[in-house]
């Protein structure tokens, strides 16, 4: 850029100084002329004049070829100061496509940038309800196995309870065949006083212990399917408070 410009300044300082040599060059060639027309009418001074006439003619050439030397460096310093500013455009016109594909890219990258920060946000706001979800599904797990554990502790107890129950039974059924034994060997003739006597008692007394026998079954029955209904209940609670599948 400095180059051009000083060749620039002196392509405009350097009209001045052709002019001035054309300008020059007019005026010896009118003086040239002048001196012939006078060498025509003064013959006499002919060797004076032809004389001034050769010293003109040689610094007409000199200026000639100076003002020939001038011009071409002229010539040179335009054409070089043209293609230095066509050069320069070419640069501009680069420049101005890279300032338009950097103001593209940043453009691009701002957006780029804006989704990512919102895909950020959406992943954390992702991520913290998910931790929430599986916050309660432990909850609920652990309420489940409280409740299952409770469940299973109850039906324990309801088991060793209904056992109890059929060991009782079994002794009242004990009992009952070995009245019917007795009462099968009272019914023997040697013992028909007797048996006329104690008939009635002994029947009671059978009559006594089927009932006992069947309000013990009723008992049983009764109390197993109490338990079992509160533990239905109580599974029913847990699975309706804590919906998980047991093979997760």
């Not at 010293?55 to 070089?80: M, N, P, T, V, W």
């Not at 989704?115 to 991520?127: L, S």
């Not at 004990?174 to 009272?186: D, I, R």
Request: proline share 1%; charged share 40%.
């Amino acid at each position: 850029m400095d180059s051009l410009e000083q060749m620039r300044e002196w392509l405009l300082s350097a009209q001045p100084v052709l002019k001035k040599l054309n300008k020059e060059i007019q005026d010896h060639e009118h003086q040239v002329l002048h001196i012939s027309e006078q060498l025509k009418t003064a013959q006499s001074d002919s060797t004076r004049k032809q004389k001034t006439i050769d010293e003109h003619q040689e610094k007409l050439i000199k200026l000639e070829e100076e003002r020939d030397s001038f011009k071409a460096k002229y010539d040179e310093a335009k054409k070089s100061y043209v293609q230095g500013q066509k050069t320069i455009d070419e640069y501009q016109e680069k420049l101005i496509k890279l300032e338009e594909e950097r103001d593209s890219l940043k453009m691009k990258y701002d957006e780029a940038k804006k989704c990512y920060v919102q895909g950020h946000k959406d992943q954390r706001r992702e991520d913290a309800k998910r931790d929430d979800q599986i916050k309660q599904l432990r909850r609920k797990c652990n309420d489940f196995e409280e409740r299952l554990e409770a469940a299973e502790a109850t039906i324990l107890q309801a088991t060793t309870e209904a056992e109890e129950a059929r060991d009782d039974v079994d002794r009242v059924r004990k009992g009952v065949e070995e009245v019917k034994q007795a009462a099968a060997e009272l019914s023997k003739p040697e013992f028909s006083a007797f048996n006329e006597a104690t008939a009635g008692l002994l029947g009671k007394a059978l009559d006594n212990m089927r009932s006992t026998s069947k309000h013990l079954l009723k008992a049983e029955e009764g109390e197993e399917q109490r338990r079992a209904k509160r533990i239905r209940l109580s599974l029913k609670g847990a699975t309706s408070r804590a919906p998980i599948a047991l093979d997760d």
